[in-house]
């Protein structure tokens, strides 16, 4: 079975938009990288919810080109980002991508990965935050978010790509729509 290194897509095509295909492809190969190629600029925030390399107004130039390739070594060596997160004196090497959500108990932090594992680590939610970095989101309360693994951000409430809907900080939900939106476009204009 081969699977594309980078996959170019338009977001207008006739019988499927090139989103519905990028989830499509996100559900059979999820490690495949896409780019989008448009006329518009409308779809940008919705290209980032499919795990979008890059959003390209068109035409491509060769600049952009080279900017999408700079992006894929970039996305390939942020997956190899390994944080070390000691647990019950083990040692756990995990991958950042591999983390969906850190959550507070009691004097320990729980790491919820993708694959169901928990990690219980005696850490607070500020160190677990640093360790991880700025692509984790604190929500609310003792709970911080993988943004790779924010599917829906709502006006009181996140929905997971897992579809677990968690609710979001009342008192810092402009804080955290406004941290988003900046992840988001950051991602989107590197």
């Known amino acids: ?3 594309p290194d980078l996959l170019f897509l338009d977001i207008i095509m006739p019988e499927i ?3 519905a295909l990028a989830r499509e492809v996100g559900r059979i190969a999820p490690d495949t990288p896409v780019v989008f190629l ?5 779809y940008a925030v919705e290209a980032f919810s499919v795990k979008a390399l890059h959003y390209v107004l ?3 130039t060769e600049s952009a080109f080279k900017e999408c390739l700079h992006r894929l ?10 944080h070390i997160i000691s647990s019950s004196g083990i040692q756990h090497m995990l991958f950042a991508d591999e983390i969906q959500y850190a959550q507070s108990d009691a004097h320990y932090c729980n790491l919820h990965l993708s694959d169901g594992t928990v990690i219980k680590a005696r850490m607070t939610q500020s160190e677990i935050q640093d360790t991880l970095g700025d692509s984790f989101l604190a929500i609310s309360r003792g709970l911080t978010v993988n943004v790779e693994f924010i599917r829906q951000l709502g006006p009181r409430s996140c929905v997971l790509k ?15 729509h406004a941290a988003y939106a900046g992840y988001v476009f950051s991602r989107l204009s590197r």
């Open 58 to 60: 068109k035409p491509m």
């Open 73 to 82: 070594e970039e996305r390939q060596s942020a997956r190899k980002r390994v």
């Open 38 to 42: 448009t006329d518009s600029e409308d």
């Open 17 to 19: 938009t090139g989103m």
């Open 1 to 3: 079975e081969q699977k």
């Open 162 to 176: 897992d579809g677990r809907e968690i609710l979001l900080s009342r008192k810092n939900a402009d804080e955290i």
